[in-house]
């Protein structure tokens, strides 16, 4: 069955709609997918995305699609593809657009073919919530996706990691916040106490480089690193679940 989670804690305090992943919104996904990878494919060609999308009246949001594949059952699933935007979309375009980016561009794999679509889940994230934190541990683990953004040398870094990201792996708060300083083309030279030392902010005598071999004290980078948290509503389903859905849908 498809799964959805949402990391919004309370209710929305305006009158606009919240935004809310659905699973047709991971069906348009592999229809769009499908459709480009299969010329013959018109599975799903009768039902109207666009108008269904069009009625649940949704704001514009940032959206990010990501496919896994799973080899076997007694395996988790292995990322394939991931992609989105924090510029908001419409629904429709949006998840269109970026359901192919991220089979077909994103450059850490090589494009999905069809060979793999029986193999496939994919997710799709509507991000919400978007807030300055107050400092770089000012987010909770489970329930915010968080962007940084720091300069060193005269550059600019920065990376994101979406909400589930740092839960998936088991980080804390301290650690994610580490991967991410990597993520954005940074090395981290380890020092000063373990990982519990390091989830209090104790980080000892811990240095950050760039490539140029440039380095500066981990605790300085902290003090100066912008940190934005935000939330999401995400839903995933199979391949194979999206194809018994449009054969509900033909009856």
Known sequence: MPTTTTTTPDAPSSSAP????????????????????LASDDRAESFDFATLLAREAFPRCPLFVTFNTRVNLSRKPELRGCIGTFQAQGLFNGL????????????RFPPIGAHELERLECSVSLLHGFEEAARWDDWEVGVHGISVRFGFGGDVYSATFLPEVAEEQGWGVAETVRHLIRKAGCFIEEGGGGEEEEEEGDDGDVWVYRQSGQRMPLRELLEGISVERYQSSKVSASYVEYLEWVKTEAQ
């Open 96 to 107: 269109q657009t970026y359901a192919l980016a991220a089979a077909l561009r994103d450059s």
């Open 18 to 37: 919240a935004v809310s992943a659905q699973p047709h919104h991971v069906y348009l996904c592999f229809h769009t997918l499908a459709s480009h990878l």
